[in-house]
């Protein structure tokens, strides 16, 4: 059903690519064609286009899969038709969002193709490397129950929550004095494995003995975690194997699509004009290319995910 759900989505939010050129001019042939709707029609390569990015559909719902999306194609035809009789494409949105799009996909197309070389199977020596630097994620992974307060507020908030838990203050009384200061504070208690916590903080965290609270701040937010309970769950270095490569193949890719900005920027003439005049522009991260991931078991499905976030 979630399967399904995703398709649906895929397809819906296809509405305005869907408008993005003119009809194909050529008649497709009748062995293409799916659904023939007022003067359109639907083809064969378009259901194939949406299931190729609904990727593990299960054999016994492939059919229910395909006239799911069928279905959504013929509601996606139905509401680009009534749009172009009503001559939608011609308004100032509506022609500036089908505009970005078109950027979009010629952008992300060009950066899969210069990441497309990119991404050979790490070597035995690679896994073993990555394995043994973070033994929190693998040889000491643990399950953590946290309780994760977050905020935002100005620094000297942040600076006086951060001297009354380090003077002994409860998570409980910090938090009671934020909101009397009219600070929005959220989260709560879950549980979570080492692989869904943030690299840069799991090291802090492995260490942390029950009871023991962390402050997390930056950027006028800041987060105190609690450690109330940790379970030893390791993994070993052949079940870690995969999703190891995972993230050393897209990390390699990731490093490739910035290489490629870098050096288009590096060619380009580029001048700040009005009110970005003279500022330094920020760097922004350029997107990294998703590797396939294999099938896992409950377990081993959150560390996959969990590595492949590491990014």
Do not use: W
């Amino acid at each position: 059903m979630n399967k399904l759900k995703t398709i649906t989505s895929v397809v819906l939010s296809a509405l305005v690519l869907g408008a993005c050129g003119d009809r194909p001019p050529e008649k497709k042939a009748a062995t293409q064609v799916a659904a023939k709707v007022n003067g359109g029609e639907i083809s064969v390569h378009q259901i194939n286009f949406v299931l190729q990015r609904t990727p593990n559909i299960p054999a016994a719902k492939a059919d229910a899969a395909k006239r799911q999306v069928l279905e959504s194609l013929v509601d996606q035809e139905l509401a680009v038709q009534a749009a172009t009789e009503a001559k939608l494409e011609r308004t100032p949105n509506v022609m500036q969002a089908i505009e970005s799009a078109r950027r979009e996909i010629l952008a992300r197309a060009f950066i899969e193709q210069k990441v497309s070389k990119e991404g050979a199977k790490p070597s035995a020596d690679e896994v073993r490397k990555f394995y043994t630097e973070h033994p929190e994620l693998f040889s000491n992974r643990k399950i953590y129950r946290l309780e994760e307060i977050a905020f935002v507020a100005p620094q000297d908030v942040i600076t006086a929550a951060k001297v009354q838990l380090g003077s002994g203050k409860s998570v409980a009384d910090v938090v009671n004095g934020l909101k009397a200061k009219g600070v929005e504070v959220s989260g709560g208690v879950s549980v979570k494995a080492a692989e869904q916590l943030a690299l840069e903080l799991l090291p802090r965290l492995s260490q942390a003995k029950d009871g023991q609270v962390q402050f997390v701040e930056g950027q006028g937010r800041a987060a105190i975690i609690a450690v109330l309970a940790t379970k030893s769950e390791p993994l070993d270095e052949a079940k870690a194997q995969p999703f190891i490569e995972n993230f050393i193949t897209n990390k390699q890719k990731s490093e490739a699509a910035r290489a490629a900005m870098k050096e288009l920027r590096d060619k380009a003439k580029i001048e700040y004009v009005g009110e970005f005049a003279g500022a330094q522009p920020a760097a922004a991260p350029a997107p990294a290319a998703e590797a396939p991931k294999p099938a896992a078991s409950s377990t081993e499905a959150a560390v996959n995910k969990g590595i492949a976030g590491l990014k």
